[in-house]
């Protein structure tokens, strides 16, 4: 991977392809190898952009104060792209909401995949997660709070490990823990993402839900379907939240119509 380096440290990205940008923004469980089983077909048309968030992958955690949408700009204002197809997983489908919101003039298209929704009044379950992975940190047990992730975000609420490719485990198993390694310092210099009047979004936007996320999830895809004018909601059967890991086939079938269409 290539770094940007500024005063807080570096970002890590790689580009592949030629064409039309896309920025994919990976989930906030994962780095940008969530992405690559997708990124050759779309990088038969396009130059997909993908970087890891601060804390996350190649991305060491920052030596000061940072925003997400921020690093993004800067990264696109680094490779010279004015507009770009967005596409966001999860916490990465927030920063895209954010920086879509906070410059819209930079963004072609957006595509939200298991986005979160500030606020939410989550379920039961949610609360439950966040305990058990609160209690695994607290007692400085990663292993266990690494597999409360994986529990959650890969298994989903509906089925077995049996049902799970085991590479698909072990290929997450280390951005989680890499991820959860850096959660606290990274919390702490993080701005955090601001907006969510998504009304306000004027671009093709195209919204996608597992099927087999946990109810909360379901519920917040069909509220971004339809607070945000004219968006599209895409459903895939056989995913839990991480789409892209799952369903890459199925997600490359979604994307690459509603990205030709809008050029």
């Known amino acids: 991977m290539i770094n940007l380096a500024d005063e807080l440290g570096h970002l890590a990205y790689t580009v592949t392809g030629d064409g039309p940008p896309v920025v994919l ?12 089983a997708v ?9 997909v952009v993908r970087y890891d968030l601060r804390g ?10 940072f925003g997400e949408t921020d690093d993004l700009l800067r990264l696109l204002d680094h490779l010279g792209h004015e507009r770009v197809h967005l596409v966001g997983a999860s916490w990465g489908g927030r920063v895209s909401v954010g920086f879509t919101l906070a410059h819209p003039e930079r963004v072609r298209s957006l595509g939200l995949l ?6 939410y009044d989550w379920s039961a379950d949610m609360f439950a997660y966040d305990e058990a992975e609160t209690k695994a940190l607290a007692a400085g047990d990663l292993d266990v709070a690494v597999q409360v992730n994986l529990d959650m975000w890969l298994r989903g609420a509906t089925r077995t490990w049996e049902e799970i490719d085991p590479e698909l485990t072990e290929r997450l198993r280390g951005p989680v823990r890499t991820a959860l390694a850096n959660q606290e310092a990274v919390g702490e210099l993080s701005r955090g993402v601001t907006g969510n009047e998504v009304a306000a979004i004027a671009v093709p936007t195209l919204v996608g839900v597992g099927l087999r ?21 895409v459903e895939f059967p056989d ?4 789409i892209a890991l799952e369903s890459p086939a199925e997600l490359t ?10 050029g």
């Not at 990976?26 to 992405?35: K, T, V």
């Not at 050759?40 to 130059?47: K, M, N, Q, V, W």
């Not at 996320?213 to 909601?233: H, K, Q, S, V, W």
Request: hydrophobic residues 45%; proline residues 10%; negative net charge.
């Open 25 to 36: 923004v990976h989930a906030g469980i994962a780095d940008h190898r969530m992405w690559d």
């Open 39 to 47: 990124v050759p077909a779309l990088a038969e048309r396009y130059s």
């Open 56 to 65: 996350f992958g190649e991305s060491p955690v920052p030596s000061g104060e």
């Open 114 to 119: 298991a986005a979160p929704w500030p606020g």
């Open 213 to 233: 996320d946990n109810t909360d999830f379901r519920a917040i895809a069909r509220r971004y379907a339809g607070e945000i004018p004219g968006a599209e909601l």
């Open 239 to 242: 995913a839990a939240h991480l």
């Open 253 to 262: 079938a979604a994307l690459r119509p509603f990205l030709d269409a809008q």
